[in-house]
């Protein structure tokens, strides 16, 4: 990655509409974002607070030291700029100071250029709102979140017509959305390959966990297999299954998490920051995505796969549409009976033979942040009519092998589709 004290091209920033505030537990636009601040000058929009929280007295959280890098910097509105609603006139006026405010950011540090770089639907109205050079908008989920396929939203439609770039983060959300906008690149997600592959110490937490440990670490979700959990944590009680990250607020997830609690071999981390994330994976003996299969699940891109392969360990995961690309280096598994079985032969010495492990860290490596960002980077430059220096860094090398089709897209991420 490009040196975070020296930005490539200070002359242009780039106004990011996100839908959360900085966070230790990272997520896509935190990969990217921070990553793009070594290209151009980053300003991270913060949701604003709604104005009954205003009139609550609730305080804003203090997110100016969130970030190390020169050229990340996080705009939090001020409480006189709340979100209102209704009247709509009030609450578009309201919108378009906040975004006035977090671009005089960027011109106060000497840029010329702005790129608006939207990250979801919502943000839509502020293509007509603020002055930019170049607006983009990173798709990195199914925003329905529904479990059942629904069609495109108008809302979003007409945003990714209107947008100057399109960048979005798994093939089958690029089936369903790349032909709408010529100008739609795919930018799957990656991983922090030198964290992840680099050995650390086994964590003081994990090490009170008896082997052998089933591992998942990420955020823990409704979109997780319950089902299937209480079934295998039930019927291998010779297994320890730990789960590493946040619990979010949830209905399933609470039913979930206290039914399984209750039994001896299951383990609930605490929610690790992204530093201390690493060491995790490492020290399972097994990885597992289990995820339920459905027409939610199908559009999604775990960020975890990655990090799971560039620490080299075993992976065993659900038999979905993302994961089919990987079955060479992740066993799939359905039915609860593939998964013991899977679980169990990914336990055996063989499975983790240097051979095995060098494999899974050579597809890893394909899809470092630093390259996919870069990639990002390299695209929107060329929008503005601007050359990135050091382009692509020697460092980098060629891709390692794969099979043909992830081959070719870990080379032809091109401005153009």
Not at 3 to 21: F, N, W
Not at 82 to 87: D, E, K, T
Not at 103 to 114: I, S, T, W, Y
Not at 180 to 201: E, H, K, M, Q
């Amino acid at each position: 990655m490009t040196s975070s004290d020296r930005i490539l091209l200070p002359e242009i920033g780039v106004m990011a509409l996100v839908v959360d505030h900085w966070s230790p537990q990272w997520q896509v636009r935190h990969h990217v974002l921070s990553r793009l601040a070594s290209y151009f000058q980053v300003v991270w929009v913060t949701p604003a607070r709604e104005w009954r929280d205003v009139l609550r007295g609730a305080a804003a959280r203090d997110e100016a030291s969130a970030s190390s890098s020169k050229g990340l910097a996080i705009y939090v509105p001020p409480g006189w700029l709340p979100i209102v609603y209704r009247p709509k006139r009030l609450g578009d006026y309201l919108s378009r100071l906040r975004l006035r405010a977090a671009r005089r950011m960027l011109l106060r540090r000497g840029c010329k250029k702005v790129v608006l770089y939207l990250w979801r639907p919502d943000f839509a109205g502020a293509l007509h709102s603020i002055p930019h050079d170049l607006s983009c908008y990173h798709i990195d989920d199914e925003y329905t979140f529904s479990d059942v396929d629904l069609p495109l939203d108008d809302v979003e439609a007409k945003l990714i017509k209107d947008v100057d770039q399109v960048f979005v983060h798994s093939p089958a959300l690029l089936e369903k959305k790349g032909s709408i906008n010529p100008r739609t690149a795919y930018a799957p997600n990656g991983v922090d390959f030198a964290a992840f592959s680099t050995l650390w110490p086994e964590p003081e937490d994990l090490a009170r966990i008896p082997h052998p440990r089933i591992g998942y670490a990420g955020f823990i979700k409704r979109t997780l297999d319950w089902p299937l959990l209480s079934l295998l944590t039930e019927r291998h009680r010779e297994w320890s299954f730990v789960f590493v990250g946040p619990k979010r607020a949830q209905s399933e997830v609470r039913e979930g998490v206290e039914k399984l609690s209750r039994r001896a071999n299951v383990y609930f981390l605490e929610a690790k920051p992204a530093r201390d994330l690493p060491a995790y994976p490492q020290h399972f003996d097994v990885c597992i995505l289990p995820y339920q299969v459905n027409d939610y699940t199908k559009y999604i891109f775990p960020v975890k796969l990655h990090e799971y392969l560039a620490g080299g360990r075993p992976t065993v995961g659900a038999r979905m549409r993302t994961l089919e690309d990987f079955a060479d280096v992740v066993t799939l598994a359905s039915t609860p009976d593939e998964w013991s079985s899977a679980l169990a032969a990914a336990l055996e010495p063989e499975a983790d033979a240097p051979e095995h492990r060098t494999a899974r860290q050579a597809v890893a490596r394909q899809y470092d942040w630093d390259l996919l960002v870069a990639r990002i980077a390299k695209t929107m430059a060329a929008r503005l009519g601007a050359e990135l220096p050091e382009w692509p860094p020697e460092s980098w090398g060629e891709p390692q092998s794969a099979p043909s089709q992830r081959q070719e897209v870990a080379r032809s991420f091109q401005a153009d589709r």
